[in-house]
C-alpha cells in the first residue's frame, strides 16, 4: 500500500513538473507572438510535443492561459500567508511588493499574460480568477485599513490608496523583467517604495 502512494505521488510530481515546464514554453511563446496568434499546433511545437500529448496536459490554449494566472495568483496569496508576524503595515506592504517583483523577475511570461489577457479567459475559470484577484485585494486593503487604524498611516481612501500601490508594483511588468539579473526585488521593492510610503506614512504629516 505504501510502494503504491509512493509511486502514485512521483507520477503526480511528475506530471506537476512536465505541465509547469509546458507553461513556461507557452509563456514564452505568448510574449513572442502574442497569445491571439499563437495555436495550439503553434505551442505543441514550442514545447516539443505532439498535438495530443499537450492536449493530455491541457485541453486548450484558454486552459493554459488560466494555469498561468492561477499559479501567478496562488503564489501572490500564498505570500501574504507568509509575510511573518510583523505588526508593521509598511514591512507587510513591502514584503508584498518583493512579491510581485520576485513574480516578474521569475515568471515575466506568466505576469504578462495575466496583466494583458484576464479578459481572455472564459467561465469557470475567469470566475476563479475574479475571486482569487478580489479576495488578493481585500488582504492588502486590511493592511492599509490596518495602519490607519493603529496610527501608522494618516487619513486616506483605502480603496483608492490600495489601488494605487498596487498599480504601482504591478506596472513594474513593463520596465523590470529586463533589470531583474542587476537589481534584486529588495532592491528594487525599497527604491519604488520609498516616495509611496513617506507619502503614506503619519510621522511626515
Same mark, same amino acid.
Given at each position: 500500500?505504501?510502494?503504491?502512494?509512493?509511486? &502514485? #505521488?512521483?507520477?503526480?510530481?511528475?506530471?506537476?513538473?512536465?505541465? +509547469?515546464?509546458?507553461? %513556461?514554453?507557452?509563456?514564452? /511563446?505568448?510574449?513572442?507572438?502574442?497569445?491571439? &496568434?499563437? *495555436?495550439?499546433?503553434?505551442? @505543441?511545437?514550442?514545447?516539443? /510535443?505532439?498535438?495530443?500529448?499537450?492536449?493530455?496536459?491541457?485541453?486548450? &490554449? +484558454?486552459?493554459?492561459?488560466?494555469?498561468?494566472?492561477?499559479?501567478?495568483? *496562488?503564489? /501572490?496569496?500564498?505570500?501574504?500567508?507568509?509575510?511573518?508576524?510583523?505588526?508593521?503595515?509598511?514591512?507587510?506592504?513591502?514584503?508584498?511588493?518583493?512579491?510581485?517583483? %520576485?513574480?516578474?523577475?521569475?515568471?515575466?511570461?506568466?505576469?504578462?499574460?495575466?496583466?494583458?489577457?484576464?479578459?481572455?479567459?472564459?467561465?469557470?475559470?475567469?470566475?476563479?480568477? #475574479?475571486?482569487?484577484? +478580489?479576495?488578493?485585494?481585500?488582504?492588502?486593503?486590511?493592511?492599509?485599513?490596518?495602519?490607519? @487604524?493603529?496610527?501608522?498611516?494618516?487619513?486616506?481612501?483605502?480603496?483608492?490608496?490600495?489601488?494605487?500601490?498596487?498599480?504601482?508594483?504591478?506596472?513594474?511588468?513593463?520596465?523590470? !523583467?529586463?533589470?531583474?539579473?542587476? %537589481? !534584486?526585488?529588495?532592491?528594487?521593492?525599497?527604491?519604488?517604495?520609498?516616495?509611496?510610503?513617506?507619502?503614506?506614512? /503619519?510621522?511626515?504629516?
Amino acid at each position: 500500500m505504501a510502494r503504491q502512494a509512493a509511486k &502514485k #505521488r512521483q507520477t503526480t510530481e511528475a506530471h506537476d513538473e512536465k505541465r +509547469n515546464e509546458i507553461l %513556461r514554453h507557452c509563456a514564452a /511563446l505568448f510574449d513572442r507572438v502574442g497569445y491571439h &496568434k499563437a *495555436s495550439m499546433q503553434m505551442l @505543441a511545437d514550442e514545447v516539443g /510535443l505532439g498535438k495530443p500529448t499537450l492536449y493530455h496536459y491541457f485541453p486548450s &490554449k +484558454n486552459a493554459i492561459l488560466f494555469a498561468m494566472h492561477d499559479a501567478h495568483m *496562488s503564489a /501572490l496569496l500564498a505570500g501574504l500567508d507568509g509575510e511573518g508576524e510583523s505588526d508593521d503595515p509598511l514591512d507587510r506592504l513591502r514584503a508584498a511588493c518583493i512579491d510581485i517583483l %520576485r513574480q516578474i523577475a521569475e515568471h515575466p511570461g506568466y505576469v504578462r499574460a495575466f496583466m494583458d489577457h484576464y479578459e481572455d479567459l472564459e467561465g469557470k475559470m475567469r470566475d476563479h480568477i #475574479r475571486t482569487q484577484r +478580489n479576495a488578493y485585494l481585500q488582504r492588502m486593503r486590511g493592511i492599509i485599513e490596518q495602519g490607519i @487604524a493603529n496610527g501608522h498611516f494618516r487619513q486616506c481612501d483605502p480603496g483608492l490608496t490600495t489601488l494605487g500601490f498596487l498599480g504601482m508594483c504591478n506596472w513594474a511588468y513593463k520596465w523590470y !523583467p529586463p533589470l531583474a539579473k542587476r %537589481r !534584486p526585488p529588495e532592491d528594487v521593492a525599497d527604491a519604488i517604495c520609498q516616495p509611496f510610503f513617506e507619502g503614506l506614512s /503619519l510621522k511626515n504629516h
